[in-house]
């Protein structure tokens, strides 16, 4: 009995010293994210949600997933615009890409009492609830790099327009393979919604404007994973003999179905083109067996989206061709709430060592 | 007397709860707002959808199985309630077709488990995909939403300061105590689990026990949904999918035997309030969400640990079933 309690309390002990020493940890090599979880904070002794306290803002940015290379870019460019602004940069997020695990993040920092929520959500219609919650408590609510249903935000900062790339994509691949042929559609996920708009806007496109491409089959769903998009890649290259372009959504995915091309040294006669980070796809930019990617900078969006959001807090109003820092003239939509952070960039051999994400 | 009886802990149970004393001492001393209101309400909002299916899980673990379609049961069964009320059904009807949906996922596992004895893991793994499939072939993977707004009371509501979902879930609660304690069918899944040929030769309908427990886990699965459903919205194909091996974790956590035959409701939930508390007080530091994993296992293997440690103290056999007063009435079920 007696060493029960023993044991009983031993545990309750490492327990709480395991937690000390890692919020500690994390405090201190987190850069600017908050000072330490050793004391209560300073903001947080007012209780209830709102006004802060301290002087500086606090601003959540809840990426749809935590701990991929594009989210982490994202991270890198949100925390300097915390640093340069001066607002405590809150970067949070679920570990998988469920929106359940999202909104309860999001239930989290409202009980925190946090100035600004910025999401990119995993599903839009189910954060309406919470996002709406955390309005009704005097939170800044915003979206970034996917919008959320445009009733429950204030502002959403989109990377670029979306009929824009959609279209891009299209006519880079069509640079490569010519507009007449096989060409094969594989996607991160069949649920992923702006994978989806980007696919179905291209496919708008190719039926009007190119009508001799002929997709083979149905769009291919590669679990976000480069190991599947690669084996998936071999397999379409075995079913479609005469397969001429590959069309790759996703970050991983392009790397994927450039790793199968490669390994089968079909660089000439297979066009692929997809949205992919300039250092993973270096290697395969090289030989030629990615032709392009194309994506925006997640940085400099994790920058734009502190930037507004305190531009906001501060009482401002958003403009277009307004000139933001680090970013360059924004484009704002007759709306006055949908922020276009630029045009897309390619990501070529020529150029992909110029960037760090 | 019997409330008493009732309330007693066991060596582990008490361990869970100096564990949750421990931490919920601890946050509150140092986590910011841990002890607002809007912090417990929040909590009370999150904790159910993860409580229901660890308790779903349970049963289906105490007899030594494992379902791992209980979470796209759920996606299923939240669709088929979502195109109900999308579609102009009434809101009850819409439950009910909602319910209806998972006790056929989970009578369809049932029967190819308990009728046919293909082992759980294997079926389950064969339906998880299948559920996730015809999911995905219904919605084509995007999500179905347009409620009325009376819907969303569910998710949002709350009676006497108590959240809507929190009460669902203490009904559940006492749902499962009751079946799995109070009833012959309960004392016969601890028994199946324990030992399947002496519950059979005991006179146990091992196939109809086995059935049950899979339209419980189904029945766990509808519930989490109705509550999925309200508070996002809509419902779609990956909607709670993050909770399938958090549940295990949770009735591990619980001190359910993943062999089977011991574990009760009380170290569940326990278990679950505990993983509750640390993630929304880790969320509250802004600690690093990898962060909070490894914490979670941390304080899950820690736990287990320290619970192993006490047995080979105490160097008393490790009783399989718990040690209830009525099993030795359990053995005579009402089932001859």
């Known amino acids: 009995m007696k060493r029960r309690w023993f044991s009983t309390l031993a545990l309750a002990l490492a327990v709480s010293l395991v937690i000390t020493a890692c919020g500690g940890g994390a405090g201190g090599g987190g850069g600017s994210q908050s000072q330490s979880s050793g004391s209560p904070s300073p903001s947080a002794s007012g209780g209830s949600g709102g006004g802060s306290s301290g002087g500086s803002y606090q601003i959540a940015i809840v990426p749809k997933l935590v701990g991929i290379p594009y989210f982490n870019a994202s991270e890198v460019g949100a925390k300097q615009a915390g640093q340069d602004l001066g607002v405590e940069v809150i970067y949070t997020g679920p570990t998988e890409p469920d929106a359940a695990q999202q909104v309860n993040v999001i239930e989290d920092l409202i009980s925190r009492g946090v100035d600004a929520i910025a999401v990119a959500p995993n599903d839009p219609a189910a954060l309406t609830p919470v996002l709406r919650k955390a309005k009704d408590a005097g939170i800044l609510v915003l979206d970034w790099d996917t919008p959320a249903e445009a009733d429950v935000v204030e502002l959403s900062v989109h990377q670029i327009d979306d009929k824009v790339f959609a279209e891009h994509l299209v006519d880079e691949m069509v640079k490569g393979m010519g507009d007449s042929g096989e060409y094969a559609i594989l996607t991160g996920g069949l649920s992923a919604s702006n994978l989806n708009t980007w696919i179905d806007l291209g496919q708008e496109y190719i039926q009007s404007k190119y009508p001799n491409l002929k997709l083979v089959t149905d769009r291919i769903p590669t679990d976000e994973k480069q190991q599947l998009a690669y084996q998936k890649t071999l397999d379409l290259l075995r079913a479609y003999p005469n397969l001429k372009g590959i069309l790759a959504y996703s970050t991983p995915a392009p790397l994927g179905a450039a790793q199968a091309v490669q390994e089968r040294g079909l660089q000439d006669a297979i066009t692929v083109v997809g949205t992919a980070l300039p250092t993973d796809s270096g290697p395969f930019l090289e030989d030629g067996s990615l032709d392009v990617a194309v994506l925006w900078d997640p940085a400099q969006l994790g920058y734009l989206t502190i930037y507004l959001a305190k531009h906001l807090l501060d009482g401002n109003k958003v403009e277009n061709g307004m000139e933001v820092p680090n970013v360059g003239k924004i484009e704002v939509k007759p709306d006055g709430k949908t922020v276009i952070m630029g045009p897309p960039t390619d990501f070529l051999k020529d150029n992909y060592k110029d960037y760090n994400f | ?336």
Not at chain 2, 44 to 52: A, D, I, S, T, Y
Not at chain 2, 100 to 113: E, K, P
Not at chain 2, 143 to 149: M, R
Not at chain 2, 229 to 258: E, H, M, Q
Request: aromatic content about 8%.
């Open chain 2, 1 to 336: 007397m019997k409330l008493w009886q009732y309330l007693r802990l066991s060596a582990y149970e008490t361990t869970l709860l100096a564990v949750f004393a421990g931490l919920f001492l601890l946050f509150s001393l140092t986590a910011p707002n841990f002890l607002s209101a809007a912090n417990f309400r929040s909590m009370m909002v999150q904790l159910p959808e993860l409580g229901l299916i660890s308790l779903g899980m349970m049963a289906v673990v105490l007899t030594a199985g494992i379902d791992l379609s209980i979470t796209f049961t759920a996606a299923l069964s939240g669709i088929a309630l979502a195109w109900c009320l999308s579609h102009g059904w009434p809101i009850p009807a819409a439950m009910l077709a909602g319910l209806v949906t998972a006790l056929l996922c989970g009578a369809f596992n049932g029967v190819f488990i308990a009728g046919m004895r293909i082992s759980p893991i294997v079926m389950t793994l064969g339906t998880m995909i299948l559920y996730e499939g015809i999911a995905l072939q219904f919605t084509k993977g995007g999500s179905i939403s347009g409620f009325p707004e009376a819907y969303s009371v569910i998710g949002s509501g709350s009676v006497a300061g108590i959240p809507v979902p929190m009460l669902i879930f203490t009904g559940a609660i006492l749902l499962t105590a009751i079946l799995l304690n109070r009833t012959a069918w309960g004392r016969s899944v601890y028994m199946i689990g324990s030992n399947p040929t002496a519950a059979e030769f005991s006179g146990i309908r091992v196939r109809s026990v086995l059935m049950g427990v899979y339209l419980f886990s189904a029945l766990m699965a509808a519930l989490a949904a109705v509550i999925m459903t309200s508070r996002y919205n809509s419902a779609k194909v990956d909607y709670g999918s993050s909770y399938l091996l958090k549940s295990v974790a949770t009735i591990v956590l619980g001190g359910v035997s993943i062999q089977g035959g011991a574990g009760t409701v009380k170290g569940v939930v326990l278990g679950a309030a505990i993983f509750q508390i640390l993630s929304s007080a880790l969320n509250l530091y802004g600690l690093s969400p990898h962060l909070v994993d490894v914490l979670t296992g941390t304080v899950l293997i820690f736990v287990l640990a320290v619970n192993l440690l006490n047995q080979k103290w105490k160097r008393a056999p490790r009783t399989r079933v718990p040690p209830p007063p009525e099993a030795t009435e359990a053995k005579v079920p009402a089932s001859r």
